[in-house]
């Protein structure tokens, strides 16, 4: 069960993180994988260990919000079965601390960086036949976050894209979902940690895992297995849901 072989798959911000875990277990189930993100060593570094398990695949320096950098890598890989939008940024701050420059730039990855892919993935899938998308939104989007309205905002579009795809294509055999994580414990994570917080590591990261009702924040890992069922065949008669993955932030943190 839950195997891609033969299955072409493109994964966007593969270079770490939630990506980077979606591309391995991926290459590990028998797809080949075409892994885009904007540093092209953190690619080429996920690349390497698909490759040190007998898994195949490419890495492709690309910054998703340019549509023409996407054009021409997609071009280069030529056809697709499945298309992982995980690649994201966020923003700290609310309406009056966020400017439209800040806007702008996290609009360029999180919405524009989307639906470029969609935009020249899906052309791709109606001439092979079908194919699965798989969007990463976020808990932003259905729930009042602190201090994420650049963030939010973007998150929400990219639910909204979901289902309308997901409509939209029906009768051309490609299904559209997307994953809501909450915190996920990513270098991104440890990252913002760090800048912020310096000599409190520890605390802020036990406080901010405790936010999430089941005690911890999600892994990976996790994300990436619930990313391989949805993107499996066995998940065939699914399309336009999200998954809320928040160890029950949105229904149980009341």
Same mark, same amino acid.
């Given at each position: 069960m839950f195997r891609l072989d033969q299955k072409i798959?493109?994964?966007?911000? #593969?270079g770490s993180g939630i990506g980077r875990a979606i591309s391995l277990l991926f290459a590990s189930a028998g797809a080949e994988v075409h892994i885009l993100d904007l540093q092209e060593q953190a690619a080429l570094d996920t690349l390497a260990q698909i490759q040190s398990e007998g898994g195949r695949g490419h890495a492709y320096s690309c910054d998703v919000g340019r549509?023409?950098?996407? =054009?021409?890598?997609? =071009? =280069?890989?030529?056809? @697709? *079965?499945?298309?992982v939008n995980n690649a994201g940024i966020a923003h700290v701050g609310n309406?009056?601390?966020? /400017?439209?420059?800040d806007l702008e730039k996290v609009? /360029?990855?999180?919405i524009w960086g989307v639906y470029?892919?969609?935009?020249? /993935?899906?052309?791709?899938?109606? =001439?092979? #036949?079908? #194919?699965?998308?798989?969007?990463?939104?976020?808990?932003?989007?259905?729930?009042?976050?602190? *201090?994420?309205?650049?963030?939010? @905002?973007?998150?929400?579009?990219?639910?909204a894209m979901t289902l309308s795809v997901a409509k939209d294509y029906l009768h051309d055999h490609i299904r559209c979902n997307c994953i809501s994580p909450a915190?996920?414990?990513?270098?991104?994570? *440890?990252?913002?940690?760090?800048?912020?917080?310096?000599g409190r590591e520890s605390e802020i990261f036990e406080k901010l895992?405790?936010?999430?009702?089941?005690?911890?924040?999600?892994?990976?890992?996790?994300?990436?297995? @619930?990313?391989?069922f949805l993107c499996s065949d066995e998940a065939g008669f699914i399309t336009g849901? *999200?998954?809320a993955f928040d160890g029950g932030f949105i229904k149980l943190n009341n």
């Open positions: 798959a493109v994964v966007t911000g #593969g549509l023409e950098q996407v =054009q021409s890598v997609f =071009q =280069q890989i030529g056809t @697709l *079965d499945i298309l309406l009056e601390h966020t /400017a439209p420059e609009m /360029a990855v999180n470029h892919c969609l935009y020249t /993935a899906v052309p791709l899938m109606k =001439q092979r #036949g079908g #194919g699965v998308i798989l969007n990463l939104s976020s808990i932003a989007a259905q729930v009042g976050i602190p *201090d994420r309205f650049a963030y939010s @905002l973007t998150k929400g579009a990219v639910m915190r996920i414990h990513t270098p991104f994570v *440890d990252g913002f940690i760090a800048k912020n917080y310096p895992s405790k936010t999430q009702p089941i005690g911890r924040m999600g892994k990976p890992e996790e994300v990436a297995a @619930l990313a391989l849901c *999200d998954y």
